[in-house]
């Protein structure tokens, strides 16, 4: 019989989601406190500390692993791995931010908040093993960056931006919902064990498959992968730069993550085609659609649908191999993306004037730490070698040629290779052309340069000596595919209802 | 039988209330005909015995998210619907795929199913019973919930307060 | 074993001229340019007599061996010299003829710019040609061979400010190089089949095998690629287009490289290959055919040439093609008797050619000269030895040498004797034609200057007053090679240079082949070829000096064979629209506009711009519309429902 | 007794016109509208897949749907009155400032 | 010197990067910056020479060898070595950056610093290529070379700078990727990166399904390879490429970077797989002969002093390729030598077109003629080095040229024929290029004040043609350390080999 209460145990393994609630509380509770000036660097301040906080408190909660709230969720070097990955990113985004919600003269308080709030959702979101947590985290984090999508208030863009990503949004995930309630249907559980167990044993129900394809149009959506990619580049382009970082990283990661515990864990039936389409569309369209593009939010918008399907190509491979292929790429994207996007929302400027490629003419001489740091970003999200961009699509490939995907390993590397020209056109036109008009480049405040030595930091540590963390991300992946054979779990707690037989 | 009387019954209304949600021009119109929706899902919820379920449906989701509705209707003075041409793909391709899709899963539905049935109050979902398993099972999501609910009032503190930094207006 | 002779020495020491006057000519005076010059020549020279010394106490073929150049597994190639009584004639006559081409140089281009320059390229001719000459195997020949080609490249075009010297010279290397093309198959075939280039081995390993009597073995594709190699070099039909533009070089280049020595090349090359050529009797024949048509060809070109140089490189090509034809009868020893004084009176000709021009002020045109004799009288001495020696009269070098080609061609097919013979009058009368024109009559020059006439190559020293006489340093050289050219063909008197050469060749082939000629045949035909000579001579003497306004009503009767004997039987057009203009148009038009632009690039930017409108259309997709995207969300949505459903009924 | 899949087929029909309203209706609002019809026609299926199975948490999660649905009611209108703030309509075939 | 022995492949490739990093401490003083640029460079040929003193002559295999362990998952060794193949190409890229340091002494001005650094980056990328025998590491020097080539061209060059910049990297980048491909094939079905063990593994048999994926991974490296040799058709990027860039960047682009093509297809295609490589041999001698015959003539008819150069690479490389895939000792040892030869002569021939666009700022051929005239010093080293790049026996270009040609003929007499013509036409394009540009009156006034070469431009001059005449006359100080690693490589063809090759 489960106990009545929570015990300690329970709580320590959901602490960064305490803590990470803790800290935007307060933010939320001191903003009306403070006046306009301080609460940049005040609130700021406390989200970076909560940040950090919540680094900490996933450090200590790694330390108990193991399941919480009666079957709700689960501790492994899974879900560790996404809650590092995704407070480090909110991290970088709150360094950025600072200097970028003063130049655009946002109100901070909610700003601050809201990432944080996000940030519970994320992190719920990688060790949810219920898909009724799994729905409302998920909810979290997409009702968090809606909002911070339409931050730039007076700008017409953004809040177009926002009603855009919030109206599709609902859309996929009423999608999301229906797969939920048919896979309900199908098996008669939410819990995500429970559901393998089903559909592992014996033939699958019909119905189970009509449900994985609802869940897939719903997270397809959440992680830009097409044909539910479009909204992508819209909403990309209008929201606030840092925040195109962030939600390009930490919310795709996330629901990676889930996709992973979806399709891997529950070993999804018929997953291969779909899967298999689906990357090469995305990163067909992606880069070819970036081709011409010459706002540079938007290039990097397409070029997020292309680093999806190249992470959905890993879920076409075998689970052991891709699984890891999978979180390396959504770690090293997020080391890549943050920081180019950091340059970007530097580079932008007062309500973000400057983010055509234009506007990047003449870089490379008027500014040469941004237009090298950018530089080492693009290189790396073209895939160059002793970048984390190189490994991380190295991976991903040779798990699918492990798996004899010989075909989309090859549309994948040429894929790579039409990538390369957008990105290069960045870095030719930092060097290469002369500035028409003149462009102002701001001094570097130290938060940013510090977001930039952080994401720089992390692109080359990935590309240079990636052997920890692909061991880590191995060992967890093993922990992740391991879970159904290792947990003789009891059936979720409410037994207080016998359950029907047809 | 009485059971598919009235399930048949309230499920043309709520199908009716649908349709005639897409058919009416006036938002207003739409939101009140969503409300016909609800009420009538709130009976369909009651004849499989979740209690619970339809009395939150009635009282929270018709009564005041749909007040909601027709507050900011009222509040942005929408009119009549435009008849705008903006988009082929939602006629050409969105609908037939509607369709297709819809019809698909229905079949399976049917096929699949079919055989079997519930009766009245199948399943009785009191509150006692689904709030041992809110409070116990389902805690955590509760809690979270909390967070969401959170956001929800930060989203439209920051959204709809006037744009002008210098004197914040919050409303909602 | 032999002691060594240090033959290296012999190439190397013109090099170190050339090295130390290409270096530090520019500051050098002329006068120390040309000690050096001479110096390092003359020492050569002198190297050369001294092996000619030692030559009776050596062990022949004698070789040296300096050290490996390329080596690629088990193939090798050395730095090597060989000396064999060939060697020792062909060594002779290049650095004594060579030596005498350097003195008289020194006076013709006193007054010249680039005075060291020229210099330093004639004694770096002076190492290809000997390296080409010693050479222990095909490959170090290969080096002289394609330096003498660069050394004539240089030399042609030595007054590069004009453009016809340019072009020629450029046109002297490659056709020279079609021919090395050929020279390096042979190269190829011989490696592939035999492992080695080295000349003792080569032979001794071929001259095992049977003789190819039928079909193009390897043998014979060997000697035939070998051939065109020589026909490049010796300007032989159909290459032989390169040797009268290059008369554009200053005349002692013309004497020394396409006159005396380096055009001979390709004799001496097949001569060398005789083993070769022995087995291959198929290649033989060709090579004979091959010069004797030349011989003819090129005679009756020269009937008509106006410009004293062309004649001379008409009748030069002509000349070469009897020495191909003795090679083709297998009278090899012929073909290097008559290599050795066409080096002298050709050379001759040439360098009197070239006092000539020099005291009439750099004129070339023989139409402006005449009357000649008594304004440069030794000159006018020299080059008459220099003609009757050509024309074969005896007791000329020309006539000895020519007569055994006659003789050794009748035996071996009466149609090769009858079209030299033939080509023996046609050279007698334009070379009595030359002569007259050039030296007898009155001197038309002065018309010439007077309407303003400048010469063509500014040799300085103006083309004004009386043609005068050259000075000492030049006519030292041509008294000398006058002799020679009176003298030069005793030695072969009584089969003593075939004699000498015999080990070279085979004692056997001539033995058999002197005996095969009665004597009275062999009177005949001598007496045959003399009178020939004189009927040119006589010809010759009718029309330039008896009845001068002959010539122009036979030209104006013949009408277009006239037209096309002036013109050179129109081959250079013929060339220039067959090869070179299909080349370059095709190479511009077909290759570069329409393979590289039109094709490749045109692909890789259609790609690109492919590329891009797919990317437009792609983009087509994000219209901006909410519905829209609602609308490809639903389809996706009901595309992989229905996939998933069609994956769970299967 | 009564088929679950009457229910299911009523909840799918209920599910497709929220579709067809999102893709056929101009109004923001109505499109929103359109989307709670979807959320609807889901808690329909959960209910009716609840008693399918005898398993009270379909009706559990009908409860958390609501929240949601509450929540995203609160953020969505609150965005609508911002970007009617900034164009002046509600027409959303006229708000395509972003694109291509 | 046993230490310096393991450590010196590691100094030699990361001593121009490191004195890069370090001159980006350097102020902006240009002179400065070019002084420090030519010592690292000169230290890295010093250490280089080194290569050459100690080498093992009669070893085949791979020498100074450094192995180790960097990344353990995937399995990437820091693996270098070098055999008598790869030492030679590295002993020329050290040999070239100096001259590239001297030559762009004046003609670079603005941005002098990041000149320099992208210049001496390019060297550690370009000497890692050759020494690495460890797949992973090789690809990254592989892909590491395009940068900073394509920032020089882009940022350093002229005209359509930035198309020539872009296509170059596009058409590399989009070839590269398949050769990637290929390795991650190999690495995932063999366990490791490292070049010995992958071929030890291929030899043995242990690989599993390589015979039905050897035919794709064969055209996977070679397409990477083919486009940077540049193989026809590939080869369009390369006259744009050549003519927009600065005056080093072509140097070494001709000198260096095409030969990482032709080092590949003899290392990887040759060394992998011997029998796709002769299966495949017959259309690649084919596309070699075309290269031969059409870069030449399309050469020949070029209005622009470097697209002759380029178009004459094109030619010059496709005799590389012919005796590579003629799998002769000859062909190979030719093979070497034509790509130390081209190296050379082209590396010169640019650093003299670059000395010409230096004082007129055009490359058009018209706008020259009769150059010899003001310009007599000039015009004797651009004829020595033309002529060593025609061919002429006792310079650098004969003897590989006559070691490709024999060794292609003994495999088909068709190949060395053919290719043998390329010995006319190479005659036919470089002097006539050096007739319009040397002979002749000067044609434009301007020209004929034009001063002649300098000391600085000599003294990047002089090397070159010391090291033409050098390799033309005792060409065996490379070929007996070439020979013995190419044999080695021949092994899997050791019959053809002696079939063919020494009775």
Redesign the interface.
């Given at each position: 019989m489960n106990p009545t209460l929570p015990v300690g145990a329970d709580y320590v393994r959901i602490l960064p989601e305490i803590v990470l609630s803790i800290f935007g509380m307060a933010i939320m509770v001191l903003d009306p406190l403070v006046d306009e000036k301080k609460s940049q660097q005040l609130l700021g301040g406390l989200g970076l500390i909560g940040t950090l906080a919540g680094l900490v408190s996933t450090w200590i909660m790694a330390q108990s692993p193991g399941f919480a709230f009666w079957n709700m969720v689960q501790v492994d070097g899974f879900s560790v791995f996404f809650h590092v990955l995704v407070i480090a990113i909110a991290l970088v985004l709150i360094l950025t931010s600072y200097e970028y919600m003063a130049v655009q003269q946002l109100r901070a308080g909610e700003y601050y908040g809201l990432i944080l709030f996000g940030l519970v959702g994320m992190c719920l979101m990688s060790s949810a093993v219920e898909l009724v947590l799994i729905f409302i985290s998920l909810e979290i984090s997409s009702i968090s960056t809606y909002i911070l999508a339409g931050f730039r208030r007076r700008s017409a863009t953004s809040s177009e931006s926002s009603l855009k990503y919030f109206l599709l949004g609902s859309f996929a995930t009423a999608f999301f919902l229906y797969g939920v309630a048919m896979m309900f249907g199908a098996t008669g559980s939410t819990n995500i064990d429970a559901i393998s167990a089903a559909l592992n044993s014996g033939k699958v129900p019909l119905l189970a498959y009509v449900a994985m394809a609802l869940m897939f149009v719903g997270l397809g959506f959440k992680v830009a992968a097409a044909p539910f990619h479009i909204w992508t580049p819209d909403v990309y382009e209008g929201a606030p730069a840092p925040v195109v970082g962030f939600m390009s990283t930490a919310p795709k990661a996330a629901a990676f993550a889930v996709l992973l515990r979806i399709i891997f864990e529950a070993n999804a039936p018929g997953r291969f085609w779909l899967i298999w389409l689906s990357a090469v569309l995305s990163m067909t369209l992606g880069n070819v659609a970036a081709l011409v593009q010459d706002n540079v939010k938007r290039l990097l918008a397409y070029s997020s649908i292309a680093h999806a399907g190249y992470i959905l190509v890993a879920f076409a491979a075998k689970p052991e191999l891709g699984a890891p292929a999978v979180m390396f790429y959504t770690a090293a994207y997020a080391a890549m993306n943050v920081g180019a996007f950091a340059v970007v929302s530097h580079l932008a400027n007062e309500n973000e004037r400057y983010v055509t490629l234009e506007n990047y003419a003449g870089l490379g001489r008027s500014s040469p730490i941004l237009a090298g740091t950018l530089t080492i970003f693009l290189i790396s999200l073209i895939g160059i070698p002793i970048t984390g961009g190189f490994f991380a699509k190295f991976y991903v490939f040779s798990a699918a040629l492990q798996s004899n995907l010989v075909w989309l390993t090859i549309i994948g590397v040429i894929n790579s290779a039409i990538g390369a020209y957008y990105y290069l056109k960045i870095i030719v036109v930092m060097y290469m052309r002369e500035a028409r008009e003149e462009v102002p480049v701001l001094p570097i405040p130290l938060a940013l340069r510090a977001a930039l030595a952080l994401t720089l930091a992390a692109t080359v540590y990935l590309g240079v000596v990636p052997g920890r963390m692909l061991t880590f991300v191995q060992q967890s992946a093993q922990q992740l595919l391991q879970a159904e054979h290792t947990s003789a779990r009891e059936q979720v707690g409410n037994a207080a209802v016998p359950r029907a037989t047809q | 039988m009485l059971h598919l009387v009235l399930f048949l019954v309230f499920g043309a209304i709520c199908v009716a209330g649908a349709i005639n949600l897409l058919v009416q021009s006036h938002p207003i119109s739409s939101a009140l005909s969503l409300v016909v929706v609800m009420a009538s899902l709130a009976v369909e919820y009651l004849l499989l015995g979740a209690e619970f379920v339809a009395a939150v449906q009635v009282i929270v989701y018709a009564g005041a998210v749909m007040v909601l509705f027709v507050f900011v209707i009222m509040l942005l003075n929408a009119g009549v619907e435009e008849r705008t041409k903006g988009s082929r793909v939602a006629l050409i391709l969105g609908i037939p795929g509607v369709l297709a899709g819809g019809l698909l899963v229905a079949w399976v539905l049917i096929e699949r199913t079919g055989t079997a049935t519930v009766g009245l109050g199948a399943l009785p979902g009191f509150p006692k019973t689904i709030g041992n398993l809110l409070f116990h099972d389902f805690l955590l999501p509760f809690e979270v919930t909390s967070v969401l609910v959170l956001i929800a009032i930060m989203g439209a503190v920051v959204l709809a307060s006037r744009p002008e930094p210098k004197n914040p207006e919050k409303e909602s | 074993m032999t002691p060594s002779l240090h033959l290296w020495l012999i190439p190397i020491l013109p090099l170190i001229g050339a090295a130390i006057n290409g270096f530090f000519g520019r500051r050098l005076s002329r006068q120390t340019v040309s000690a050096v010059a001479l110096t390092f020549c003359g020492a050569a020279f002198l190297m050369g007599l001294y092996v000619a010394a030692r030559f009776p106490s050596l062990e022949l073929p004698h070789a040296e061996y300096l050290g490996h150049w390329i080596r690629s597994g088990n193939f090798m190639v050395n730095f090597e010299f060989y000396l064999d009584q060939l060697t020792l004639v062909m060594l002779l006559v290049v650095t004594g003829v060579g030596f005498l081409i350097h003195i008289y140089s020194v006076g013709y281009m006193w007054e010249e710019g680039g005075f060291y320059r020229f210099f330093s390229y004639l004694n770096l001719f002076m190492f290809f040609m000997l390296t080409l000459v010693l050479a222990g195997n095909y490959l170090q020949m290969f080096i002289g061979w394609e330096g003498v080609g660069l050394a004539s490249y240089l030399l042609i075009g030595f007054w590069f400010t004009k453009d016809s010297a340019a072009s020629a010279g450029k046109k002297a290397f490659i056709v020279n190089r079609i021919g090395d093309f050929g020279f390096l198959i042979a190269l190829f075939l011989l490696i592939k089949h035999f492992g080695s280039l080295n000349f003792s081995q080569l032979f001794s390993s071929i001259a095992q095998q049977p003789a190819e009597t039928a079909g193009v073995g390897l043998l014979t594709s060997i000697g035939l690629l070998l051939m065109v190699g020589a026909a490049g070099k010796s300007a032989q039909i159909p290459l032989y287009v390169w040797l009268p533009d290059a008369m554009e070089g200053p005349t002692p280049v013309s004497a020394l490289i396409h006159a005396a020595t380096m055009v001979t090349a390709g004799v001496y090359m097949v001569a060398r290959s005789h083993v070769i050529f022995g087995h291959a009797p198929n290649a033989l024949t060709v090579v004979a055919i091959i010069g004797t048509l030349t011989a003819l060809f090129a005679a009756t070109i020269g009937i008509a040439q106006t410009d004293i140089k062309k004649v001379l490189a008409y009748s030069t090509v002509s000349q070469l093609g009897y020495m191909f034809m003795a090679c083709g009868v297998a009278a090899y020893s012929a073909g290097i008797f008559h290599l050795m004084t066409h080096a002298f009176f050709k050379g001759l000709l040439f360098l009197a050619a070239g006092s000539v021009i020099h005291a009439v002020g750099g004129e070339q045109d023989m139409r402006k000269m005449g009357g000649l004799r008594q304004y440069i009288p030794w000159t006018f001495m020299t080059m008459t030895a220099a003609t009757f020696a050509i024309a074969g009269f005896p007791p000329f070098a020309g006539f000895f040498s020519k007569d055994e080609i006659l003789a050794r061609a009748y035996e071996a097919n009466p149609a090769y004797w009858f079209i030299g013979v033939t080509t023996a009058f046609i050279t007698s009368f334009y070379m009595f034609r030359l002569w007259f024109m050039t030296f007898f009559g009155d001197y038309r020059g002065r018309e010439a200057a007077e309407h303003g006439h400048a010469p063509a190559h500014g040799h300085g020293h103006g083309g004004h007053g009386d043609p005068h006489e050259s000075p000492m340093i030049m006519l030292v050289p041509l008294m000398i090679l006058a002799v020679l050219s009176v003298i030069g063909g005793w030695v072969g008197i009584g089969g003593r240079f075939e004699h000498f050469l015999s080990p070279v060749f085979g004692e056997g082939a001539t033995a058999v082949a002197t005996e095969a000629l009665s004597r009275s045949t062999e009177i005949t035909l001598m007496v045959i070829s003399v009178v020939a000579a004189v009927l040119g001579f006589y010809l010759a003497y009718v029309l330039y000096l008896k009845r001068p306004e002959l010539p122009q009503k036979i030209a104006d009767s013949l009408g277009g064979l006239y037209q096309a004997v002036v013109n050179k039987y129109y081959v250079d057009e013929i060339y220039g629209d067959l090869f070179v203009k299909p080349l370059v148009d095709g190479s511009t038009r077909i290759l570069w506009h329409g393979v590289d632009q039109g094709v490749i690039d045109a692909a890789i930017n259609d790609t690109a711009d492919g590329a891009r409108h797919v990317s437009d259309s792609a983009r087509q997709m994000q219209s901006g519309n909410v519905r829209s995207y609602a609308g490809w969300v639903a389809v996706g949505a009901a595309v992989i429902i229905a996939y998933m459903i069609w994956m769970g009924v299967r | 007794?009564?088929?679950?899949?009457?229910?299911?087929?009523?909840?799918?029909?209920?599910?497709?016109?929220?579709?067809?309203?999102?893709?056929?209706?101009?109004?923001?609002?109505?499109?929103?509208?359109?989307?709670?019809?979807?959320?609807?026609?889901?808690?329909?299926?959960?209910?009716?897949?609840?008693?399918?199975?005898?398993?009270?948490?379909?009706?559990?999660?009908?409860?958390?749907?609501?929240?949601?649905?509450?929540?995203?009611?609160?953020?969505?209108?609150?965005?609508?009155?911002?970007?009617?703030?900034?164009?002046e309509t509600?027409?959303?075939?006229?708000?395509?400032?972003?694109?291509? | 010197m046993n230490i310096l022995n393991t450590h010196i492949l590691t100094l030699v490739t990361f001593i121009p990067a490191a004195g890069g990093l370090l001159l980006l401490l350097v102020p902006r003083r240009d002179r400065d910056i070019r002084i420090f640029s030519l010592i690292v460079s000169l230290l890295t040929f010093g250490l280089s020479l080194h290569l050459v003193a100690r080498v093992h002559r009669m070893l085949p295999g791979f020498q100074y060898e450094i192995d180790r362990a960097w990344i353990s998952t995937p399995n990437i060794h820091y693996h270098m070595g070098v055999d008598g193949i790869s030492m030679w190409l590295v002993l020329l890229t050290t040999f070239l950056t100096p001259l590239c340091v001297l030559i762009s002494w004046n003609s670079i001005h603005e941005r002098v610093k990041e000149f320099f650094i992208l210049l001496l980056v390019l060297e550690t990328a370009l000497i890692g290529v050759f020494t690495s025998l460890d797949l992973f590491l090789f690809y990254f020097f592989w892909e590491s070379t395009l940068i900073p080539m394509a920032l020089l061209i882009g940022i350093y060059g002229h005209g359509r700078k930035v198309y020539a910049a872009v296509k170059f990297f596009l058409y590399t980048m989009v070839a590269s990727v398949f050769m990637l491909a290929a390795v991650i094939w190999l690495y995932a079905h063999v366990g490791s990166f490292d070049f010995v063990t992958i071929q030890n593994a291929i030899r043995t048999g242990q690989v599993e399904g390589f015979s039905t994926a050897a035919p794709w991974l064969f055209i996977g490296f070679f397409l990477a390879f083919a486009v940077k040799v540049p193989l026809f058709p590939f080869h369009t990027w390369l006259p744009d490429a050549h003519v927009e860039a600065p005056t080093a960047g072509s140097v070494l682009l001709a000198g260096v970077l095409l030969k990482m093509g032709t080092y590949g297809l003899l290392r990887f295609n040759l060394g992998l797989f011997p029998e796709q490589s002769r299966h495949n041999a017959p259309w690649i001698c084919t596309l070699a002969l075309v290269g031969i015959v059409y870069g030449a003539l399309v050469a020949m008819v070029q209005p622009n002093l470097k697209r002759v150069i380029a178009y004459s690479s094109v030619s010059h490389l496709g005799f590389v390729v012919l005796g590579i895939f003629s799998f002769t000792q000859a062909g190979l040892n030719g093979a070497m030598f034509v790509m130390l030869a081209h190296g050379i002569s082209t590396g010169a021939l640019f650093m003299l077109a670059g000395i010409i666009f230096e004082r007129k700022h055009s490359y058009e051929i018209a706008d020259m003629g009769g150059l010899a005239t003001p310009m007599p010093k000039y015009a004797t080293f651009f004829l020595f080095i033309t002529l060593a790049s025609v061919g002429l026996p006792l310079l650098n270009g004969f003897v590989g040229e006559f070691l490709v040609l024999s060794g292609a003929f003994q495999a088909n007499p068709w190949y060395g024929t053919i290719g043998a013509t390329g010995v006319i036409w190479s005659a036919c394009y470089l002097l006539w290029m050096y007739q319009r540009v040397f002979f002749g009156k000067v044609t434009h006034p301007e020209n004929s004040t034009l001063a002649d070469l300098s000391a600085r431009e000599q003294l990047a001059l002089w090397p070159t043609a010391v090291a033409a005449l050098v390799m033309g006359v005792a060409p065996l100080l490379w070929l007996n350390i070439i020979d013995p690693a190419v044999q080695a490589a021949l092994t899997p063809f050791a019959q053809v080999a002696s079939k063919v090759v020494g009775q």
């Open positions: - | - | - | 007794m009564v088929p679950v899949s009457y229910y299911l087929i009523l909840s799918g029909i209920l599910f497709s016109c929220g579709v067809i309203g999102f893709l056929i209706k101009r109004n923001i609002i109505t499109i929103f509208i359109s989307i709670e019809l979807m959320l609807n026609g889901v808690n329909l299926s959960f209910v009716a897949f609840a008693a399918q199975w005898q398993h009270l948490s379909g009706q559990v999660f009908v409860f958390f749907v609501m929240v949601v649905a509450a929540a995203e009611a609160t953020v969505g209108l609150a965005i609508i009155i911002a970007v009617f703030r900034t164009r509600l027409n959303v075939d006229h708000v395509n400032l972003l694109k291509l | -």
